[in-house]
């Protein structure tokens, strides 16, 4: 998982092949601060998927991260490939690199 450079936005990468781009809550209400996360406190989290690319890679992905401009993705896989998509959601949805 890894977070935007402006922390609006969450990319994860799993077993089924597929990477989610998702709304990291931004202007959800926030709960109080607590030392340590807790289940309650991770249930107030508002987050909502707005883009997934199926089969990003034949195999698992192990890893995402967005480019420094946060423009780029780039993922890898367990089948040893990396690939890389423009971070706008509509181009992840319809890309097929």
């Known amino acids: 998982m890894a977070f935007s450079p402006d922390g609006k936005t969450i990319l994860s990468?799993?077993?089924d092949e597929?990477?989610?781009?998702?709304?990291?809550?931004v202007g959800a209400p926030n709960p109080a601060p607590?030392?340590?996360l807790s289940v309650p406190t991770l249930a107030t989290a508002s987050l909502e998927l707005?883009?997934?690319?199926?089969d990003a890679h034949i195999g698992d992905v192990?890893?995402?991260a967005f480019s420094p401009d946060g423009k780029t993705i780039v993922a890898g896989s367990y089948n040893w490939?990396?690939?890389v998509w423009?971070?706008?959601?509509s181009a992840l949805a319809s890309s097929s690199p």
């Open 50 to 54: 707005k883009a997934e690319k199926q």
């Open 13 to 15: 990468g799993s077993e």
């Open 34 to 36: 607590v030392p340590k």
């Open 81 to 83: 490939t990396l690939k």
């Open 18 to 25: 597929a990477i989610k781009v998702w709304d990291a809550g």
């Open 62 to 64: 192990n890893s995402v």
């Open 86 to 89: 423009d971070a706008g959601v």
